[in-house]
């Protein structure tokens, strides 16, 4: 009888580059070094985008970050923050400690395995959620006095009840997510001839201006759509995913362009309205240097200090197709001063006046769009 022999695998074989170069990601927690706040340390393989997801897991517990200090350049990722919690104490819970252990980790493997699927999927159709509560409804246009109401209105008289909304405006620019069911059914409203319905009804509400050419509405079910009006359905989203996607959408309507006309200052999030002088918004200054040697731009941002000021910027020049290499963040609690070291996603610097001017001009919007809103730390 013929014998079969079958190759020999070591079934420790796929772990061994975790035994040599340690796991993909790794994260310490030290309340011991520093007296007054926590050190958070991520050290992982580097990819594009994962700065951004660790700022946002941050954010989204609410934590202040004091200090920051990030370093990307070739194959490997090493952040070091400096947080206290809401109250601006250490963290000492250890449900808080475990959960951004956990939460990290996690969204480094997720992350991988969603931009596998998206490599090995053909299909231009989006990929909403199957087991939505809801159904997403985005909106841009020229902000007016009163817009915000018109638009509730609208959706009362569409039988939409609304879930949630978020809204931000600047320089005379609105952007509005909300969250909305069937007022009967309670149910994600996906009927195609019922979303055509009420793209048109909201279109014609933002669109009545005194300049409805600055509007542009459209409904799709893209999930990059940037512009317009944009219907998907889905359980909902992160805060800062969504405060990320209200980013996003002021950064289609250009509101880092001056106003066209004299804004009215609203800022609306998590159902909180307040306004602020225009004037008084003007405290943060970007500029632009160059490092010859190694072919970076250096950003430069100084502002007043508040929460959510890191995930701000970081998702602006993310989004803006920028790589951040190195960069450092430090607060005194009233001012803070980030520095980026940053290329183009195609390896080039900023290598003209216009595109600094631009990515200054979007910077500034991205701090000033919230820094009406009132913050307690």
């Not at 199957?130 to 039988?159: K, N, Q, V, Y």
């Not at 000033?368 to 913050?375: M, Q």
């Amino acid at each position: 009888m013929q014998k079969v022999c079958w190759p020999y695998f070591d079934p420790d074989f796929d772990n061994l580059g975790e035994r040599i170069y340690g796991p993909p990601c790794r994260v310490y927690i030290d309340n011991d070094s520093i007296q007054d706040c926590t050190v958070v340390k991520v050290n992982s393989e580097n990819k594009q985008g994962l700065l951004l997801e660790v700022v946002q897991i941050l954010t989204d517990m609410n934590l202040i970050i004091t200090k920051s200090y990030i370093s990307s350049d070739g194959g490997w990722f090493m952040d070091v923050f400096h947080v206290k919690d809401e109250h601006g104490n250490k963290l000492t819970d250890k449900s808080v400690i475990n959960h951004i252990k956990h939460a990290i980790g996690t969204s480094r493997r997720e992350s991988d395995f969603i931009k596998a699927s998206e490599a090995n999927n053909n299909s231009l159709e989006p990929q909403l959620a199957d087991h939505g509560e809801h159904t997403a409804i985005e909106m841009t246009g020229t902000d007016r006095p009163g817009l915000f109401s018109e638009i509730f209105a609208a959706f009362a008289d569409l039988h939409c009840n609304v879930m949630e909304a978020h809204a931000w405006s600047h320089n005379a620019r609105l952007a509005c997510i909300a969250y909305v069911s069937d007022d009967n059914t309670h149910t994600p409203i996906d009927d195609p001839s019922r979303l055509a319905s009420i793209e048109d009804h909201l279109s014609t509400v933002i669109r009545a201006t005194a300049d409805p050419a600055s509007n542009s509405t459209h409904v799709g079910h893209k999930e990059n759509e940037t512009d317009g009006f944009l219907a998907g359905q889905g359980k909902g989203c992160m805060n800062s995913n969504m405060e990320r996607r209200l980013h996003q959408l002021m950064l289609s309507v250009r509101d880092f362009d001056e106003p066209f006309c004299e804004p009215s200052s609203l800022s609306l999030l998590s159902s909180k309205l307040e306004y602020c002088d225009h004037k008084e918004r003007k405290t943060t200054i970007v500029s632009i240097g160059n490092c010859e040697e190694r072919g970076y731009s250096i950003v430069t941002v100084k502002s007043k200090d508040r929460r959510r000021l890191m995930f701000d910027t970081i998702c602006t020049l993310v989004d803006m197709q920028y790589v951040i290499f190195h960069a450092a963040l430090r607060s005194d609690g009233a001012d803070a001063f980030q520095e980026y070291f940053i290329r183009h996603i195609d390896g080039r610097a900023l290598n003209t006046e216009g595109e600094k001017e631009r990515v200054i001009k979007c910077l500034e919007a991205a701090i000033e769009r919230r820094v009406c809103e009132t913050e307690e730390y």
